[in-house]
């Protein structure tokens, strides 16, 4: 009886599975909305064909699902190629809210190039005829940069640039992003000097402050100059100043009020910068039209609505953009099962993608380039992710991607899998990431992240994986960073980094640049399998408790490990009352009780356990070839750090760990010439460390990426 009732449940399984039935629409430039898009070309009557736009495509979905037409079907919509402008979003409603759930499918017919912008092509360029502009422009440039009439080619609104947000409008050139008029054209000038403190305070960031409440060394709305050349620019108003004002981890773009020739000084519009102005600090000016002195510069008069331009090719040959759309080119609003593919996003100031909540969407194999902001954004849901894509040209990050609930440690189950992200952070450099995780329980792997100016991965959160990605020439402008970053959270745990490849991960900040950096108390992390490779530092664990490092490989970098007490050094004000950030962090989570009390007991006894010191660290069955192996701060000692069955080479005989494998020669690396497929000793499997599955490291070929 049991078998006949199988029989029949897989007869009925069957029989939906052939019954669900495909329903498919087309769109084409040369199509008309009031056709029925069911044809991916117009019939010989002119009367019938392809949809215009993707608005009709999209209110005939809605329109069917509220008809019950399009219960359990498998809706696609089939783009046939060229340029199709996105002037406003395009939202996605769930369908299947009328039956059982559909399917949607958005797709480039066939292998046709599609391409979705959020600007616009410029056109008429003329050589710069007006004397205002003429008489600021050296001489020697003025036969090479071309006037555009914005309002004249339809464009009155250019965005707004911010400190720590989008650029506004933005230029680009046969795809490249161009520059605004810079002063100096590489590198940074810096700050002289800031005038008397306490004149005007920034309401936001307060540390260390001076005996009158002020903090030391810095101002919150003037500095000033050295040298003369901020004195040749006519209209500072229209002048922005990009700085690392005080730290080289935080960078912002403020806007100039007004200069005084007199007195050298500068005086910036609010808001200012969070953390003020410091003698020292580094920026450049952007926007002047006196500075508009090498290809690939522009010039933006927002009050003329003029755009001045020197182009690095033949405006004649080259194509000129600039970026429109200020909000997301398309929104997935709870949805379902829908799938986005073989699309390519660009010129736009906002987003290309938002996914709000919902379950199984993914964008798949589509390219993203010359954006404004983050290019996707997955905001939780479940089972939503991206595969098999391509980011690149990016102002700020590549994709955000959240999912699972931290108070019930609830998994969101989000991934980014099989993406190549690089060249990313052209516009502000620091906390603009190539992928940023957080919630719980998310997926990161076989991605290649590269050539980025701070963090390659920014994790916040728990129990998520990272594995088999490759990284490298990250942190290229900025230092203290991490090309894998997460801190200052007790209670984020349980995530695993493991089967990556870190390599050339030194920046202008050498001995900052870290490939996984576990910053201020990061705690209970496993970090196991990876591959270090001429590093500035391979892990830097600083301050916090209860990670394990294991069975990782570590050669040429300027450090392996480093471990610090920083709760006793310069962060003991951290300890100085219960109401800092960790132990926020802490009392969020409600630790005490389910989940975190379960998950995690060792929690439950933290705050009597000098939480100040490093326990628990682990540092076991690693090897360590042509380096510094490991550095202990602030006078923690292997009684404090578990460091034991390490496979260390020790050529001057400096380390000395009787519980560790010390050899002056080398430990067991045959060859490390071919990335990260390493020959090892047979040897070393013997002394306890375990094969790493090198061949499964980075980008693979399947049905999105098939080369």
Same mark, same amino acid.
């Given at each position: 009886?049991?078998?006949?009732?199988?029989?029949?449940?897989?007869?009925?399984?069957?029989?939906?599975?052939?019954?669900?039935?495909?329903?498919?629409?087309?769109?084409?430039?040369?199509?008309?909305?009031?056709?029925?898009?069911?044809?991916?070309?117009?019939?010989?009557?002119?009367?019938?064909?392809? @949809?215009?736009?993707?608005?009709?495509?999209?209110?005939?979905?809605?329109?069917?699902?509220?008809?019950?037409?399009?219960?359990?079907?498998?809706?696609q919509v089939m783009i046939r190629k060229g340029v199709y402008e996105i002037t406003k979003t395009l939202r996605l409603k769930n369908i299947g809210t009328h039956g059982q759930a559909a399917s949607v499918l958005w797709k480039n017919y066939g292998q046709e190039?599609?391409? @979705?912008?959020?600007?616009?092509?410029?056109?008429?360029?003329?050589?710069?005829?007006?004397?205002?502009?003429?008489?600021?422009?050296?001489?020697?440039?003025?036969?090479?940069?071309?006037?555009?009439?914005?309002?004249?080619?339809?464009?009155?609104?250019?965005?707004?640039?911010?400190?720590?947000?989008?650029?506004?409008?933005?230029?680009?050139?046969?795809?490249?992003?161009?520059?605004?008029?810079?002063?100096?054209?590489?590198?940074?000038?810096?700050?002289?000097?800031?005038?008397?403190?306490?004149?005007? =305070?920034?309401?936001?960031?307060?540390?260390?402050?001076?005996?009158?409440?002020?903090?030391?060394?810095?101002?919150?709305?003037?500095?000033?100059?050295?040298? /003369?050349?901020?004195?040749?620019?006519?209209?500072?108003?229209?002048?922005?100043?990009?700085?690392?004002?005080?730290?080289?981890?935080?960078?912002?773009?403020?806007?100039?009020?007004?200069?005084?020739?007199?007195?050298?000084?500068?005086?910036?519009?609010?808001?200012?910068?969070?953390?003020?102005?410091?003698?020292?600090?580094?920026?450049?000016?952007?926007?002047?039209?006196?500075?508009?002195?090498?290809?690939?510069? $522009?010039?933006?008069?927002?009050?003329?609505?003029?755009?001045?331009?020197?182009?690095?090719?033949?405006?004649?040959?080259?194509?000129?953009?600039?970026?429109?759309?200020?909000?997301? =080119? =398309?929104?997935?609003?709870?949805?379902?099962?829908?799938?986005?593919?073989?699309?390519?996003?660009?010129?736009?100031?906002?987003?290309?993608?938002?996914?709000?909540?919902?379950?199984?969407?993914?964008?798949?194999?589509?390219?993203?380039?010359?954006?404004?902001?983050?290019?996707?954004?997955?905001?939780?849901?479940?089972?939503?992710?991206?595969?098999?894509?391509?980011?690149?040209?990016?102002?700020?990050?590549?994709?955000?991607?959240?999912?699972?609930?931290?108070?019930?440690?609830?998994?969101?189950?989000?991934?980014?899998?099989?993406?190549?992200?690089?060249?990313?952070?052209? $516009?502000?450099?620091?906390?603009?990431?190539?992928?940023?995780?957080?919630?719980?329980?998310?997926?990161?792997?076989?991605?290649?992240?590269?050539?980025?100016?701070?963090?390659?991965? =920014?994790?916040?959160?728990?129990?998520?994986?990272?594995?088999?990605?490759?990284?490298?020439?990250?942190?290229?402008?900025?230092?203290?960073?991490?090309?894998?970053?997460?801190?200052?959270?007790?209670?984020?745990?349980?995530?695993?980094?493991?089967?990556?490849?870190?390599?050339?991960?030194?920046?202008?900040?050498?001995?900052?640049? /870290?490939?996984?950096?576990?910053?201020?108390?990061?705690?209970?992390?496993?970090?196991?399998?990876?591959?270090?490779?001429?590093?500035?530092?391979?892990?830097?664990?600083?301050?916090?408790?209860?990670?394990?490092?294991?069975?990782?490989?570590?050669?040429? /970098?300027?450090?392996?490990?480093?471990?610090?007490?920083?709760?006793?050094?310069?962060?003991?004000?951290?300890?100085?009352?219960?109401?800092?950030?960790?132990?926020?962090?802490?009392?969020?989570?409600?630790?005490?009780?389910?989940?975190?009390?379960?998950?995690?007991?060792?929690?439950?006894?933290?705050?009597?356990?000098? *939480?100040?010191?490093?326990?628990?660290?682990?540092?076991?069955?690693?090897?360590?070839?042509?380096?510094? $192996?490991?550095?202990?701060?602030?006078?923690?000692?292997?009684?404090?750090?578990?460091?034991?069955?390490?496979?260390?080479?020790?050529?001057?005989?400096?380390?000395?760990?009787?519980?560790?494998?010390?050899?002056?020669?080398?430990?067991?690396?045959?060859?490390?010439?071919?990335?990260?497929?390493?020959?090892?000793? *047979?040897?070393?499997?013997?002394?306890?460390?375990?094969?790493?599955?090198?061949?499964?490291?980075?980008?693979?070929?399947?049905?999105?990426?098939?080369?």
């Open positions: 009886m049991k078998h006949i009732l199988l029989l029949i449940l897989v007869f009925i399984g069957g029989l939906h599975a052939q019954a669900q039935k495909t329903i498919s629409f087309y769109i084409s430039p040369d199509g008309n909305d009031s056709w029925s898009g069911k044809l991916p070309d117009a019939n010989r009557g002119k009367n019938d064909g392809p @949809f215009r736009t993707l608005e009709r495509a999209n209110e005939e979905i809605v329109r069917m699902n509220d008809a019950g037409e399009s219960s359990g079907s498998k809706i190039k599609v391409e @979705f912008i959020g600007g616009k092509q410029l056109k008429d360029l003329s050589t710069v005829t007006d004397e205002s502009y003429l008489d600021r422009i050296h001489a020697n440039h003025r036969k090479f940069i071309y006037e555009i009439d914005l309002k004249q080619n339809g464009i009155d609104h250019y965005g707004k640039t911010t400190n720590r947000g989008r650029p506004g409008m933005e230029l680009f050139f046969n795809e490249r992003r161009m520059h605004a008029a810079r002063w100096p054209n590489t590198g940074f000038d810096t700050i002289s000097n800031v005038p008397q403190l306490g004149e005007k =305070m920034y309401e936001g960031y307060v540390t260390r402050l001076d005996k009158d409440g002020i903090p030391k060394g810095r101002h919150y709305g003037r500095f000033q100059y050295q040298g /003369n050349r901020p004195e040749s620019w006519q209209h500072p108003e229209e002048v922005f100043l990009h700085g690392f004002w005080v730290f080289t981890w935080a960078d912002e773009i403020v806007g100039v009020q007004s200069i005084d020739r007199e007195k050298k000084e500068i005086t910036l519009k609010e808001p200012h910068s969070r953390y003020g102005y410091m003698k020292g600090g580094a920026f450049y000016a952007l926007n002047v039209l006196e500075e508009l002195d090498q290809p690939g510069e $522009w010039y933006l008069d927002r009050a003329e609505g003029k755009l001045l331009f020197w182009p690095p090719g033949s405006v004649k040959t080259g194509s000129v953009f600039v970026s429109l759309l200020d909000s997301a =080119m =398309m929104v997935l609003d709870n949805t379902r099962n829908v799938t986005i593919e073989g699309i390519t996003f660009s010129y736009s100031r906002g987003n290309a993608i938002v996914v709000r909540g919902g379950e199984n969407n993914v964008v798949a194999g589509c390219d993203f380039k010359a954006l404004g902001d983050i290019a996707i954004q997955v905001n939780g849901g479940l089972k939503n992710g991206v595969n098999g894509c391509n980011l690149y040209n990016l102002a700020a990050g590549g994709i955000t991607l959240r999912g699972g609930d931290r108070r019930s440690l609830a998994p969101g189950g989000n991934f980014v899998v099989n993406t190549h992200i690089h060249h990313f952070g052209q $516009w502000l450099k620091t906390h603009q990431s190539a992928i940023a995780v957080g919630g719980v329980g998310n997926y990161i792997a076989h991605n290649l992240i590269d050539h980025g100016p701070g963090t390659g991965i =920014m994790l916040s959160g728990n129990e998520h994986i990272l594995e088999y990605n490759e990284l490298h020439h990250l942190g290229q402008e900025m230092a203290d960073v991490g090309a894998f970053y997460m801190g200052r959270n007790w209670t984020q745990r349980g995530n695993i980094v493991r089967y990556n490849f870190f390599h050339d991960l030194n920046g202008p900040g050498r001995n900052y640049v /870290n490939a996984v950096y576990l910053d201020d108390f990061s705690s209970g992390t496993i970090v196991h399998g990876n591959i270090f490779l001429r590093c500035a530092t391979g892990i830097e664990i600083g301050g916090g408790r209860d990670n394990e490092v294991s069975n990782n490989i570590f050669i040429e /970098n300027s450090l392996g490990i480093s471990v610090d007490a920083r709760g006793i050094g310069w962060a003991k004000y951290f300890f100085e009352g219960k109401d800092s950030t960790l132990f926020r962090g802490m009392e969020a989570m409600n630790y005490s009780q389910p989940p975190y009390s379960v998950k995690y007991p060792i929690l439950l006894n933290l705050y009597n356990d000098e *939480p100040a010191l490093p326990k628990g660290n682990k540092i076991i069955n690693n090897i360590s070839y042509k380096e510094p $192996w490991l550095r202990l701060l602030y006078g923690i000692d292997l009684d404090i750090v578990d460091v034991q069955h390490n496979l260390i080479s020790d050529p001057k005989g400096e380390y000395d760990n009787k519980k560790d494998y010390i050899e002056k020669g080398n430990p067991g690396i045959l060859d490390y010439n071919q990335g990260a497929n390493i020959k090892l000793d *047979p040897r070393v499997f013997a002394r306890g460390f375990q094969q790493i599955p090198f061949e499964k490291i980075g980008l693979k070929k399947d049905k999105y990426r098939i080369k």
